[in-house]
């Protein structure tokens, strides 16, 4: 079945570097990615969709200069933790559908623990 | 923002037994999916309900969607130890149909004692 894969798993930085996250799709094309934040013990909050050669989209209160996303391929998407400062430490996962299942579900990264230190 | 209420927020049960997890959204939607994720990973698809669905089965899970009330419960019956995760419902915040554009619901942690 499709598979999103998205790497590192976990990353630990030193506050004012900066990070960044991959999130492929493996056996399917992917125009549109999400990604999410996920706090210890809260659910998913989306963040941005992340759009194939055009701008991302972010939710309300998302700072689009922090949080910057690139979707330069079909099958990439990548964010990048700017600055990164100690609240920024979260659990970050990106996801995306299979347009083949028309019915189905979105397939989830594995996830990215970020701790800033 | 999220989309609405789940309950419980935690459920503690023995292997064998039933467990039952509800959830409440605000606005109109297309379908309604439930993930399941284990502690610490990304979260994985059980299963999609139609908003002109009203119950829906896979297995040991079962769904049932009452869109005038704006809940959805899942059912997972004889559970196993294995089913110990955290349960989410979410709507798809798409213009239309299966996007893949999530709003989630809090959250059921369910745990099954062997």
């Known amino acids: 079945g499709a598979v999103v894969s998205q790497h590192p798993s976990w990353v630990i930085c030193k506050s004012g570097t900066s990070v960044k996250i991959e999130c492929r799709s493996l056996?399917?094309?992917?125009?549109?990615m999400f990604w999410y934040r996920q706090f210890p013990k809260q659910s998913l909050m989306l963040m941005a969709t992340?759009?194939?050669?055009?701008?991302?989209?972010?939710e309300q209160g998302v700072e689009k200069d922090k949080f910057l996303i690139n979707h330069a391929s079909l099958t990439l998407s990548t964010l990048t933790v700017t600055s990164a400062h100690p609240e920024d430490s979260s659990f970050y996962i990106c996801s995306a559908r299979d347009p083949r299942q028309g019915s189905g579900g979105a397939f989830f990264g594995q996830g990215t623990r970020l701790t800033v230190v | 923002s999220q989309q609405g209420e789940e309950d419980p927020q935690a459920l503690s049960i023995q292997e064998g037994e039933n467990a039952t997890m509800n959830c409440s959204y605000k606005t109109s939607i297309n379908n309604l999916q439930w993930y399941r994720q284990n502690s610490g990973r990304g979260l994985v698809h059980l299963i999609l309900?139609?908003?002109?669905?009203r119950e829906k089965h896979s297995g040991r899970l079962r769904v049932t969607l009452d869109t005038s009330k704006k809940s959805s419960s899942l059912l997972i019956t004889a559970s196993r130890a294995a089913d110990t995760a955290s349960y989410f419902c979410?709507?798809?915040?798409?213009?239309?149909?299966?996007?893949?554009?999530?709003?989630f619901g809090q959250g059921t942690t369910l745990q099954v004692k062997p």
């Open positions: 992340s759009n194939e050669g055009s701008k991302a989209t972010y």
């Open positions: 056996d399917f094309q992917a125009t549109t």
């Open positions: 979410a709507t798809d915040r798409g213009g239309s149909g299966n996007t893949g554009k999530l709003i």
């Open positions: 309900i139609r908003s002109n669905e």
